[in-house]
C-alpha cells in the first residue's frame, strides 16, 4: 500500500518515468472509471486512470444520492437488477458505512387499494433482499404518516407505507474510492484529457494521447488494455476508435432542486412512486437540507454543466406544493443541479425513462472495452464483471476480485451520527488535528454551511482538489447545497487555496470568475436552459 494522500505532481511524475506499457489505462474518473482502477490495483494490476476535468464533474456528483435496489425497477419487473442491488447495497454500507447510511422512506397513499397495492410490492422488495434488508416495510395510518414526516401535507392522505434503502453523498464516495484504488497502487489523475487512441499496425489499440489541462503539455501513454468508462461521453472516446460507429447511448437528463431542511423536517424521506405523468419523485434530507428530484427528460447532447429546462424546475416545484404543508417557491430553492443518465439504446421507440439502467460491457474490435450504464448502486459489481472482461481480452495476470470485503478510505465502524463533517469517518481526525496545529483552520467560512478553512487545506493537500470548483462542488458540496452562499465564499476559498498551491492574486481572481459561470448553472433562475 502507498501514501493515502492524492498528489497530482506525484502521479504526473510517475506517469512520466513509466517505460513500459500500463495494464490498463482507463478514461473516464466517474463512479465507473474509479471502481475500475480500484477493483483492478487491487488485484494487483498497473492502473492508471484519466479523467478530463475532476473526479466526479460528471454524472457521478449529481445522482439523487440513493443505494437503493430500485422500487421502480420491480415495477417494470427486472428482479435480477433489483436483487443484485439490493445484495451491492449491502456491500457498499458494509463497505464505507461513514457515507452509506439506511434512510426509511414513506408512500403517501391516497386510498386504502394504494396502500394494499404499494404494500405488498415492498413485501416482494423485502423478499428479494432476503439477508440484505435495511428494515422492514409496514403500512402506517395517517397520524403515523405525518409524525415521521412533519412536512407532509395532509390533505388527501389515507396513511402510507414505509421501506428502507440507503443513502449516502456521491462525490464524497467517489473520492474514498479514488483513494483507495491509489493505496492499492493505481496512478490517478485529474485535468487529463484523451483527445485521441493510438492502434498497432494490425489496428489493435496500444494506447492514448493524452493532454494535460492545466498545462497543455501532451502525453502519450502506452497500455495493454484501454478501458473506455467516459459515462454520457463514451461515444465520443468510440469515434476515437472507430469515426463510423453508430452512438450506443440515449441521453436523459434529470435535474433535482435543494431546498432549506424547514420545508422538510425529520430524517425519513418520501417517494411518489407515480406521478400524474407517470415519473418517480423523491424528497429526501441530506445534509440537513431537502433533496427534490428528478426528471426524465430525453437531451441530444451530453456536456459537462448541463441546464435545467424551466419546465422541469416547475414540475419538481408543483410536485413539492402537492406534498409538503409549505408550498416552496422559486425564490426558497437554494440550488439546482442536473445530471445525465448514460442510458444504453434498446429499440428506437423505447421512452428514456424505459431504457435498461443495466450496465454494458462492449469490446470493439480493435481491443477498446466500453463499459457504460448501470448506476452508483452496483458500480461495484460493475467494475468486477469489467475488469473480469480485460483480463481476458488481454490475457492478464490478475488474482481474483478483491472488492466484495474491501473497505474504503475512511471506513470507521460507527461514525459520528450528528456530526455534519461525519462523512470524512476515520479522516476527521487528521483534520481535527491540522486544527489543533493552527486554530484559524477551524473558523466556520459562513453560517449555512458547515465548511472550516482546515477542509479546504485538506482537499488540497490529500484529495487533488485543483480548483475553487473542486473544493466548493465535489470535496464539500457547497454549491450543491446552497448556490449563493457557495459564491458568497468563493474569494476566501481562492485566498485559502492559493497559499497553499503557491498561486498568486491573478489565479483567484481567474478562479472565482470560473467558478462564478459554473455556478450559474445551479442558481434558481440564472442558469434555465
Ligand atoms: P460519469 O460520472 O459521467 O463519468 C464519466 C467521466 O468521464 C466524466 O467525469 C467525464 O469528464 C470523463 N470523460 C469523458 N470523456 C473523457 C475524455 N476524453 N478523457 C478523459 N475523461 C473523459 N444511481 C444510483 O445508484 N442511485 C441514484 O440515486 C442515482 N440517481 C441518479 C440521478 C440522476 C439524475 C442521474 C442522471 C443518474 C443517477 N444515478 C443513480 C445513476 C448514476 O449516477 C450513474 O450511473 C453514474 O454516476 C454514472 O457514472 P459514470 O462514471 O459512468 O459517468
Redesign the pocket.
Known amino acids: 500500500m502507498t501514501s493515502t494522500a492524492l498528489s497530482r505532481a506525484g502521479s504526473i511524475e510517475r506517469m512520466r518515468q513509466r517505460t513500459t506499457p500500463w495494464d490498463i489505462v482507463v478514461?473516464?474518473?466517474?463512479?465507473?472509471?474509479?471502481?475500475v482502477a480500484m477493483d483492478a490495483a487491487s488485484r494487483g494490476l498497473d492502473v492508471l486512470l484519466?479523467?478530463?476535468?475532476?473526479?466526479?464533474?460528471?454524472?457521478?456528483?449529481?445522482?439523487?444520492?440513493?443505494?437503493?435496489g430500485g422500487v421502480r425497477y420491480l415495477r417494470q419487473g427486472n428482479i435480477t437488477l433489483v436483487r443484485d442491488?439490493l445484495r451491492e447495497r449491502t456491500l457498499l454500507r458494509d463497505n464505507a458505512p461513514h457515507l452509506v447510511h439506511d434512510l426509511a422512506f414513506l408512500i403517501p397513499c391516497h386510498n386504502l387499494w394504494q396502500r394494499f397495492f404499494y404494500g405488498i410490492g415492498l413485501k416482494v422488495y423485502d423478499f428479494l433482499a432476503a439477508g440484505n434488508n435495511f428494515g422492514r416495510s409496514h403500512s402506517v395510518s395517517t397520524d403515523d404518516a405525518v409524525r415521521v414526516l412533519p412536512g407532509l401535507r395532509r390533505d388527501g392522505i389515507r396513511g402510507g407505507v414505509i421501506y428502507h434503502d440507503g443513502q449516502f453523498d456521491?462525490a464524497r464516495l467517489l473520492l474514498n474510492m479514488a483513494q483507495t484504488a491509489h493505496q492499492h497502487g493505481a496512478c490517478l489523475l485529474n485535468y487529463?484529457?484523451?483527445?485521441d487512441l493510438t492502434k498497432s499496425d494490425d489496428g489493435s489499440v496500444t494506447g492514448v494521447t493524452?493532454i494535460d489541462q492545466e498545462t497543455n503539455e501532451e502525453f502519450h501513454i502506452k497500455c495493454r488494455c484501454l478501458i473506455n468508462?467516459?459515462?454520457?461521453?463514451?461515444d465520443?472516446?468510440r469515434r476515437?476508435d472507430d469515426a463510423t460507429c453508430e452512438s450506443m447511448l440515449a441521453h436523459?437528463?434529470?435535474?433535482?432542486l435543494v431546498l432549506p431542511g424547514a420545508f422538510f423536517p425529520g430524517d425519513t424521506a418520501m417517494i411518489v412512486p407515480k406521478t400524474p405523468d407517470g415519473r418517480v419523485i423523491f424528497i429526501i434530507p441530506w445534509h440537513g437540507h431537502a433533496l427534490v428530484?428528478?426528471?426524465d427528460t430525453p437531451i441530444t447532447n451530453a456536456t459537462?454543466e448541463p441546464a435545467p429546462q424551466a419546465d422541469e424546475i416547475q414540475f419538481l416545484l408543483n410536485m413539492s406544493a402537492a406534498y409538503l404543508s409549505k408550498a416552496p417557491r422559486i425564490d426558497d430553492v437554494l440550488s439546482i443541479f442536473?445530471?445525465?443518465?448514460?442510458l444504453v439504446k434498446g429499440d428506437k421507440s423505447a421512452r428514456t425513462a424505459s431504457l435498461s439502467?443495466d450496465h454494458v460491457i462492449r469490446v470493439s474490435s480493435s481491443g477498446l472495452i466500453t463499459?457504460?450504464?448501470?448506476?452508483?448502486?452496483?458500480?461495484r459489481k460493475m467494475a468486477e464483471d469489467c475488469v473480469n472482461r480485460a483480463v481476458k481480452e488481454a490475457n492478464l495476470n490478475s488474482a481474483n476480485c478483491k472488492t466484495k470485503s474491501m473497505r474504503l478510505h475512511g471506513f470507521m465502524e460507527s461514525p459520528p451520527v450528528n456530526d455534519p463533517r461525519g462523512f470524512y469517518g476515520a479522516d476527521l481526525s487528521a483534520i481535527t488535528e491540522l486544527e489543533a496545529e493552527n486554530q484559524e483552520l477551524s473558523v466556520p467560512m459562513c453560517k449555512s454551511l458547515s465548511i472550516r478553512k482546515s477542509d479546504i487545506v485538506w482537499a488540497v493537500r490529500n484529495e487533488m482538489a485543483r480548483t475553487v470548483e473542486d473544493v466548493l462542488a465535489r470535496r464539500t458540496r457547497a454549491l450543491f447545497l446552497d448556490s449563493a452562499a457557495a459564491l458568497q465564499i468563493a474569494p476566501d476559498v481562492a485566498a485559502v487555496m492559493a497559499a497553499e498551491l503557491g498561486q498568486d492574486d491573478t489565479w483567484c481572481r481567474e478562479q472565482c470568475e470560473r467558478f462564478k459561470s459554473v455556478a450559474a448553472h445551479y442558481v434558481p433562475q440564472q442558469g434555465i436552459a
Open positions: 478514461i473516464g474518473g466517474g463512479a465507473t472509471g474509479v471502481g484519466v479523467e478530463q476535468s475532476d473526479f466526479g464533474k460528471g454524472t457521478s456528483s449529481r445522482s439523487t444520492k440513493l443505494v437503493h442491488a456521491d487529463m484529457a484523451v483527445t493524452a468508462a467516459a459515462g454520457p461521453f463514451c465520443s472516446v476515437m436523459s437528463q434529470g435535474v433535482h428530484g428528478t426528471t459537462l442536473t445530471g445525465i443518465r448514460p439502467r463499459i457504460t450504464g448501470g448506476k452508483w448502486t452496483t458500480v
